[in-house]
């Protein structure tokens, strides 16, 4: 079975900290790795999706990496601005099966401080 | 573009009562997926639906059923609720039925608060 874990579960920074966020994975046979964003009471808004053919993925100040034979991932954020302050949740799907549900991890409640 | 739309928004029952969730996905998208995030988790899979046909369903009890209409739109029950099934559902969207190909796209989520 699956397991995602993400730590620590909460985060506070300094506005203008470059931070990494972590995920760990217990399958390596995943088929892609997705990094999701949720403010408080919403939904999720997907942030970066990694193949697991590929090794990282970029989105303006964020970048996303994958160590697949590891079962890791890491979330950059650069230079980080109070409005970044929310949950980030990693999720992973397995490599085989039409049905193919996302596993997700608790998520890592980040607060940037102004 | 409209995204994935969830209706209500909040939600209260008390136990033993019946709930009914609504989804309506992207424009164009046939697929639908629902999950349950209870507080300090992350979400867990329930269902996907797509062409009307259950094509998954999650480690849930019977209490919980869907359904997909021909507007692809969706309704998902929960029966005889019990304080546990206090939670935010998340319904999200897909344009095929190969949740590894196609992106999901998540909606607000109805949150249920079962007293």
């Known amino acids: 079975k699956q397991e995602v874990t993400q730590i620590p579960a909460a985060l506070s920074v300094p506005e203008g900290e470059n931070l990494v966020l972590n995920c760990s994975f217990t399958?390596?046979?995943?088929?892609?790795l997705q990094w999701f964003r949720q403010d408080p009471g919403k939904g999720l808004t997907s942030l970066l999706l990694?193949?697991?053919?590929?090794r990282e993925q970029t989105s303006g100040r964020l970048n996303a990496s994958l160590d697949k034979s590891s079962g890791r991932s890491t979330l950059y954020i650069a230079a980080s601005q109070p409005g970044d302050s929310a949950t980030y949740l990693c999720?992973?799907?397995?490599?085989?099966?039409?049905?193919?549900?996302?596993?997700f991890g608790k998520g890592i409640t980040l607060s940037v401080r102004p | 573009d409209a995204g994935v739309t969830q209706s209500p928004t909040h939600l209260i029952k008390t136990r033993g009562q019946h709930v009914t969730l609504r989804c309506s996905p992207i424009?164009?998208?046939?697929?639908v997926s629902w999950y349950q995030q209870v507080l300090g988790q992350g979400p867990q899979f329930i269902f996907q639906?797509?062409?009307?046909?259950?094509?998954g369903r999650g480690n849930f009890p019977d209490r919980f059923s869907a359904r997909q209409f021909p507007n692809y739109s969706s309704e998902l029950n929960v029966n005889a609720l019990l304080l546990g099934d206090s939670a935010l559902y998340l319904c999200?969207?897909?344009?095929?039925?190969?949740?590894?190909?196609?992106?999901?796209?998540f909606g607000a989520g109805t949150r249920l608060s079962v007293l």
């Open positions: 990694i193949q697991s053919s590929q």
């Open positions: 999200a969207s897909s344009l095929g039925p190969h949740l590894a190909k196609n992106i999901q796209y």
């Open positions: 399958d390596s046979a995943i088929y892609n």
């Open positions: 424009s164009g998208h046939k697929s």
């Open positions: 639906y797509y062409e009307k046909e259950e094509r």
């Open positions: 999720a992973v799907r397995r490599e085989t099966g039409a049905n193919s549900k996302l596993t």
